[in-house]
């Protein structure tokens, strides 16, 4: 261990990582590039935890001219003056789950802190007079324009989005208090803003129309996040130790990273872009697991999709042009802007005809924790279907089809369902969900075209040809295998292909009968 460079793991403080012995992932020529462009107001949306933080806490060391901390990185051999500004460094994620008076007295507070430096003009009595106040003592005791970084700006906002009662209250308080931006610009060098949903969609920012939005920007397509070049330049000895962790070369613990972390694209063309979060999670511990996904319960996530009425096998391969998920989320009439801005799906495709983009879920980590967080919409003990899940996936994984369909059928006529379980599709959607899961384990596609399911399971030894029939037959499951002549899609995978039939009767509520022939 000794020796070893740390991962940042809930780091992000640019000085603490620079200063001891942590990874950097270098992104400060990005920096020197948006902090000489045209416009000196910018804001960049990203999803939580993906490094908007840390990239405001570098931009603070940057302005404050902190050269020895940028020693070796790419903005070294760039910047020539290092000058320092005077900087007003904002975290609005304390602002959270507050009142009108308790948002109001935090304001106040973030304040006082700086005027504790520049002193206070005891004229200014409202938040958005103290803050222009600040702006202009700052430039008159230092000689230098002052930059504004504010982190999370949306944060005071988000938990009362849809609640028309709280939500004009809030964001009149912060419209207030960001006020003062647009008046002060002769006064300003740079003014940084982050947040996870679009400044436009939240009108807070009425007064300052000037904002450069760089989100959707392919030249800053990677400045949060980590790429695949970033991660094998920087992270070998990481992806070495978790590939002897789970017994395999590096090359394939650098496969079950990608399948499970990476995939995230912000605009496009853009480079895969790895959830920083879950890799270095992932590095730190040598193992794989769902750290970004459980780090935060998507409870109103979840209730949104059920509202809007979306079924899981819905959520991702969406078509839409960018003003669907770049809409304003209180007035939404989907739930596309909400799962795109949030991470739970993302840029896959783009086409230049008709500017359609094509969005998906991102990754392994992100569909198994939308699957397993939908599982009490189906049954009410989603503990004993995710041991299901293991056994059957385990089964299917050593060659024993049979018996994993004997467990399925087992588990299926035992569970209680939840209520409300008559309707067409429902019993389509669990076993969507269920096969889904074992993707978790066995290489899995599953498709639902209606009244059925059909799916390919990848195993070391066999490839699956599923084709799932409700209140039908078997027979007519393995018919159907046969008319689309998907053994002849796949006879050069190089593995023995077993063809599946199933029939689910809905009245029974479980697996009617099988049928299973190799190829």
Same mark, same amino acid.
């Given at each position: 261990?000794? $020796?070893?460079?740390?991962?940042?793991?809930g780091?992000?403080?640019?000085?603490?990582?620079?200063?001891?012995?942590? =990874?950097?992932?270098?992104?400060?020529?990005?920096?020197? !590039?948006?902090?000489h462009?045209?416009?000196?107001?910018?804001?960049?949306?990203?999803?939580? *935890?993906?490094?908007?933080?840390?990239l405001?806490?570098? +931009?603070?060391?940057?302005?404050e001219?902190?050269?020895d901390l940028?020693?070796?990185?790419? &903005?070294?051999?760039?910047?020539?003056?290092?000058?320092?500004?005077?900087?007003?460094?904002?975290?609005?994620s304390?602002?959270?789950? /507050?009142?009108?008076?308790?948002?109001?007295?935090?304001?106040?507070?973030?304040?006082?802190d700086?005027e504790?430096?520049y002193?206070?003009?005891?004229?200014?009595?409202?938040?958005?007079?103290?803050?222009?106040?600040?702006?202009?003592?700052?430039?008159a005791q230092?000689g230098?324009?002052?930059? =504004?970084?504010?982190?999370?700006?949306?944060?005071?906002? +988000?938990?009362?989005?849809?609640?028309e009662?709280? @939500?004009?209250?809030?964001?009149?308080v912060? *419209?207030?208090?960001?006020?003062?931006l647009?008046a002060?610009?002769?006064? @300003?060098?740079?003014?940084?803003?982050?947040?996870?949903?679009?400044?436009?969609q +939240?009108?807070?920012?009425?007064?300052?129309?000037?904002?450069?939005?760089?989100?959707?920007?392919?030249?800053?397509?990677?400045?949060?996040g980590?790429?695949?070049?970033e991660?094998?330049?920087?992270?070998?000895?990481?992806?070495?130790?978790l590939?002897?962790? @789970? $017994?395999?070369?590096?090359?394939?613990?650098?496969?079950?990273?990608?399948?499970?972390?990476?995939?995230?694209?912000?605009?496009?063309?853009?480079?895969d872009?790895?959830?920083?979060f879950?890799?270095?999670?992932a590095?730190?511990?040598?193992?794989?697991?769902s750290?970004?996904?459980?780090?935060?319960?998507?409870?109103?996530?979840?209730?949104?999709?059920?509202?809007?009425?979306?079924?899981?096998?819905? #959520?991702?391969?969406?078509r839409?042009?960018?003003?669907?998920?770049?809409?304003?989320?209180?007035?939404?009439?989907?739930?596309?802007?909400?799962?795109?801005?949030s991470?739970?799906?993302?840029?896959?495709?783009?086409?230049?005809?008709g500017? +359609?983009?094509?969005?998906?879920?991102?990754?392994?980590?992100?569909? #198994? !924790? @939308?699957?397993?967080?939908?599982?009490?919409?189906y049954?009410?003990?989603?503990?004993?279907?995710?041991?299901?899940?293991?056994?059957?996936?385990e089964?299917?994984?050593? $060659?024993?089809?049979?018996?994993?369909?004997?467990?399925?059928?087992?588990?299926?006529?035992?569970?209680?369902?939840?209520?409300?379980?008559?309707?067409?599709?429902?019993?389509?959607?669990?076993?969507?969900? &269920?096969?889904?899961? &074992?993707?978790?384990?066995?290489?899995v596609?599953?498709?639902?075209?209606?009244? *059925?399911?059909?799916?390919v399971?990848?195993?070391?030894?066999?490839?699956? =040809?599923v084709?799932?029939?409700?209140?039908?037959?078997?027979?007519?499951? /393995?018919n159907?295998?046969?008319?689309?002549?998907?053994p002849?899609?796949?006879?050069?995978?190089?593995?023995?292909?077993v063809?599946?039939?199933?029939n689910?009767?809905s009245?029974?509520?479980?697996?009617?009968g099988?049928? &299973?022939?190799?190829?």
């Amino acid at each position: 261990m000794e $020796g070893r460079r740390l991962y940042p793991i809930g780091i992000q403080t640019f000085s603490e990582i620079r200063e001891g012995n942590y =990874v950097y992932v270098d992104k400060t020529a990005l920096v020197y !590039g948006m902090t000489h462009a045209d416009s000196k107001y910018v804001f960049l949306s990203r999803p939580r *935890r993906f490094g908007k933080s840390l990239l405001t806490s570098t +931009l603070h060391s940057y302005f404050e001219g902190r050269k020895d901390l940028f020693e070796g990185l790419a &903005i070294e051999r760039l910047e020539k003056e290092w000058t320092s500004y005077p900087v007003l460094h904002f975290d609005m994620s304390t602002a959270k789950h /507050m009142d009108k008076e308790r948002l109001l007295s935090e304001l106040e507070r973030k304040l006082y802190d700086y005027e504790q430096i520049y002193g206070r003009d005891e004229s200014a009595i409202y938040t958005n007079q103290r803050l222009e106040s600040l702006i202009k003592r700052a430039y008159a005791q230092t000689g230098q324009k002052a930059v =504004v970084l504010i982190d999370e700006y949306d944060a005071p906002l +988000l938990d009362v989005v849809h609640e028309e009662k709280e @939500l004009p209250k809030l964001r009149d308080v912060m *419209r207030n208090f960001y006020s003062p931006l647009k008046a002060c610009d002769p006064y @300003l060098r740079f003014v940084f803003l982050t947040g996870i949903t679009k400044f436009s969609q +939240l009108s807070i920012f009425s007064e300052l129309n000037n904002i450069k939005n760089i989100s959707m920007l392919p030249e800053y397509a990677a400045l949060c996040g980590i790429t695949e070049e970033e991660m094998r330049e920087q992270m070998g000895e990481g992806i070495g130790r978790l590939a002897d962790n @789970l $017994g395999v070369s590096p090359e394939d613990a650098l496969g079950a990273l990608k399948s499970n972390y990476d995939g995230y694209h912000f605009t496009w063309p853009s480079p895969d872009i790895y959830n920083p979060f879950s890799l270095l999670n992932a590095l730190a511990d040598s193992r794989l697991d769902s750290y970004w996904f459980g780090s935060g319960t998507p409870t109103y996530l979840i209730e949104m999709l059920r509202k809007y009425q979306v079924i899981p096998q819905e #959520i991702g391969n969406r078509r839409c042009v960018a003003a669907d998920f770049d809409a304003p989320t209180e007035r939404m009439t989907s739930v596309t802007p909400l799962l795109y801005q949030s991470g739970y799906i993302t840029i896959k495709g783009y086409s230049r005809f008709g500017s +359609l983009y094509t969005l998906d879920i991102p990754n392994k980590e992100v569909r #198994i !924790g @939308l699957m397993r967080s939908l599982l009490p919409n189906y049954v009410r003990h989603p503990a004993e279907l995710n041991t299901l899940v293991v056994d059957m996936a385990e089964k299917i994984y050593n $060659g024993d089809m049979e018996g994993g369909l004997c467990l399925l059928r087992t588990y299926l006529s035992t569970i209680p369902y939840c209520d409300n379980t008559h309707y067409e599709g429902h019993y389509q959607q669990l076993l969507y969900v &269920i096969f889904t899961l &074992i993707g978790n384990y066995v290489d899995v596609e599953v498709r639902t075209p209606k009244g *059925r399911v059909d799916m390919v399971l990848h195993t070391p030894g066999t490839l699956y =040809v599923v084709e799932l029939k409700i209140d039908s037959s078997a027979d007519a499951a /393995m018919n159907q295998i046969d008319l689309k002549e998907y053994p002849e899609r796949f006879a050069l995978c190089a593995l023995p292909i077993v063809k599946v039939g199933i029939n689910f009767d809905s009245e029974k509520r479980t697996i009617e009968g099988w049928r &299973i022939e190799k190829v």
